[in-house]
């Protein structure tokens, strides 16, 4: 008799037994291997969610601010970006609400796109009916099973007004923030149909509606523009090798390409004079930009000429009061008020000059002391009315400077209003205190400010987060006004970084892999949970094995008598334990399979808010398998 012979009989005579010992060793196997199984299952079905949704998506260039539509095609066109990104497309991405108008039923926090048939183009899609129609909508298959929409049914959207006035400040309007678009569902998009777009990292259910573009820029009042702008290469890979060089070149040809009217700001030739006037389209020049603007004077040899204006309620002199008043803070010197000694009227109140119109209304000379009473919109989102004082300093007439209608930038409500009883700012005000000699001014001299401070005390009261000046003058040096302002304007924008202004690169496919990867280890957690199973398994199969040696004992002892030393019987038990544990995980990989399917079933049901999602598959992976053997 062979040893083989001798292994082989033990194995069959104890069956009973080694059947128990092997399923102990299963089931260890399958709960193990299966916990290893879960964790590699569940991250490659995040990373294949996440390249779901980004599609062919590498980069997303996204701004605070709406730029040309243009830009996209000057960037693709630029050739400074190389193979970072050979496909483009614009799209105006917002966050919003949807209501169902036949069930009345609604959603919160979707994300509104608006595309054309470029954004299919860049997935790799045939438009086909995708391309939504300019009164219809396609919806995200989970935001369709969310509301219980369908084809044909009304779906009212609803997104906030793009302003370049910030709603916090005191001119922004927080009374008219959102627009609301009836549309018709034209098609309910599945997973694989880009239904599960987002160019974010998140585990939750998509929920998206696509409508538009050119419906979303006429319904806000964009003239062909757009807030974001898809980069991708042809055969896009799952892997960025080189993300930092990527986003670099998207920023260095961001700097190249972008126009003044990209970041917010003009540049003007004023009639007259000829001067240039820097504006933007906030109403207030970032810190930034005003010394981007200044430096970019410096250079070419020009002078310039900080202006705040600001809009009084109004200027008191005792008992008179005139209402409604734009009040400009400049150097003083520059209305060449040569009877006036600025400087001799300290700080304490500082100075103020009032044109000859106001000077008349309120019978006021030098040396009174007038209040002017603002408005001041507070960061915890409070309306103040605040007073200071002032020391008139002089007078000036209503000519030249003092009557310049450009100092004012474009304020909502008010400078296009032909009558001060047409204003609609988005603060309250008294029409009752506007008399008809302030209806006269107004047709008249429109903006012209009725009062001049120094540009320090100014800024002093009216200062904000968005900026201290609301234009800067611009004196030309010599040549014609249009060339000039071309020539600095080229100047400005070279000054000026777009990534400070608002424009942000975002490596979309890079943290989306990173997110999939970095999520919680579902397979460790298992592990710990069920260790208890692995234990009382393995100590299951431990003791029916001891079992079934102390029932041998005899057996041993006529091998002993046969001349089988102790080595050679420790090796039979040995591999008859390596029989049976390798027939034990071998049963316990296929269990694995089933426990891992169960858990990842429970998983999209029962736990599916442990990871926010139901798009969980199955990964069979021989590594996460083997280690659970292993184990």
Excluded: C
């Excluded at 483009?88 to 979707?110: K, N, V």
């Excluded at 000046?469 to 970084?497: C, H, I």
């Amino acid at each position: 008799m062979t040893f083989n012979t001798l292994l082989r009989r033990s194995l069959t005579h104890f069956w009973r037994t080694n059947l128990a010992v092997i399923a102990g060793v299963g089931v260890a196997v399958s709960v193990l291997a299966g916990a290893f199984l879960v964790g590699t299952s569940v991250r490659a079905s995040l990373r294949d969610l996440a390249l779901l949704r980004l599609g062919q998506v590498d980069h997303v260039v996204t701004s605070g601010l709406f730029f040309r539509e243009a830009l996209v095609d000057e960037l693709a066109a630029s050739g400074d970006l190389g193979t970072t990104a050979t496909e483009a497309a614009p799209l105006i991405a917002l966050e919003g609400f949807a209501t169902h108008q036949e069930s009345g039923s609604r959603a919160g926090g979707i994300q509104v796109y608006g595309v054309d048939e470029r954004f299919w183009a860049f997935h790799g899609f045939e438009a086909g009916g995708r391309v939504p129609e300019p009164g219809a909508v396609l919806v995200s298959s989970g935001l369709a099973r969310e509301l219980g929409v369908a084809v044909d049914e009304t779906l009212l959207v609803r997104v906030q007004k793009p302003s370049a006035i910030p709603v916090e400040s005191l001119h922004g309007r927080r009374d008219d923030l959102g627009e609301t678009m009836r549309l018709r569902i034209q098609q309910v998009l599945a997973s694989d149909e880009l239904g599960e777009f987002s160019f974010r990292p998140q585990q939750g259910l998509a929920r998206a509606v696509f409508v538009s573009l050119g419906r979303m820029q006429r319904d806000l009042g964009l003239d062909r523009q757009a807030n974001t702008i898809l980069l991708g290469s042809s055969g896009a890979t799952t892997a960025i090798e080189d993300t930092s060089a990527a986003v670099a070149a998207i920023e260095a040809a961001l700097r190249t390409e972008t126009r003044l009217e990209d970041l917010g700001v003009r540049v003007r030739v004023l009639e007259g004079p000829g001067a240039l006037v820097v504006e933007s389209a906030a109403g207030l020049l970032g810190d930034d930009t005003v010394t981007a603007a200044r430096l970019a004077a410096a250079q070419a040899g020009m002078a310039d000429q900080p202006i705040l204006t600001y809009l009084a309620n109004e200027i008191r002199l005792g008992d008179r009061i005139t209402p409604y008043s734009l009040v400009t803070a400049l150097d003083l010197e520059a209305l060449e008020l040569d009877a006036v000694d600025i400087g001799a009227t300290g700080t304490d109140p500082p100075p103020i000059v009032l044109n000859s119109w106001t000077a008349d209304d309120l019978q006021a000379a030098p040396g009174d002391v007038v209040s002017v009473q603002y408005f001041r919109w507070a960061d915890a989102g409070a309306l103040l009315t605040e007073e200071a004082e002032f020391l008139v300093a002089g007078v000036v007439p209503l000519e030249g400077l003092a009557a310049d209608r450009d100092f004012a930038p474009e304020y909502p409500g008010i400078t296009e209003a032909t009558d001060v009883s047409d204003w609609d700012p988005p603060f309250p005000i008294d029409l009752d205190l506007v008399r008809q000699k302030d209806e006269a001014y107004w047709d008249e001299y429109r903006t012209a400010a009725k009062g001049f401070l120094p540009l320090g005390a100014g800024q002093d009261l009216w200062r904000s987060r968005w900026g201290q000046v609301t234009s800067l003058r611009v004196v030309p040096a010599t040549g014609p006004p249009e060339a000039v302002a071309e020539t600095y304007s080229a100047a400005l924008r070279s000054a000026l970084d777009p990534l400070a202004a608002g424009f942000v690169v975002y490596p979309a496919r890079a943290l989306a892999l990173e997110a999939a990867v970095g999520v919680t280890d579902f397979g460790e957690y298992f592990t710990y949970f069920s260790f208890f199973l692995v234990v009382s398994a393995l100590l299951l199969a431990s003791l029916f094995f001891r079992l079934g040696v102390e029932q041998r004992l005899a057996e041993i002892g006529a091998l002993r008598a046969l001349g089988f030393d102790q080595t050679r019987v420790r090796r039979l038990f040995w591999a008859e334990g390596a029989a049976l544990s390798f027939a034990g995980s071998l049963l316990g990989v296929v269990g694995a399979v089933g426990y891992a399917d169960l858990i990842m079933w429970g998983l999209r049901t029962w736990w599916v808010d442990a990871v926010g999602t139901t798009l969980l598959t199955l990964h069979v992976s021989p590594v996460a398998l083997g280690a659970g053997v292993a184990g």
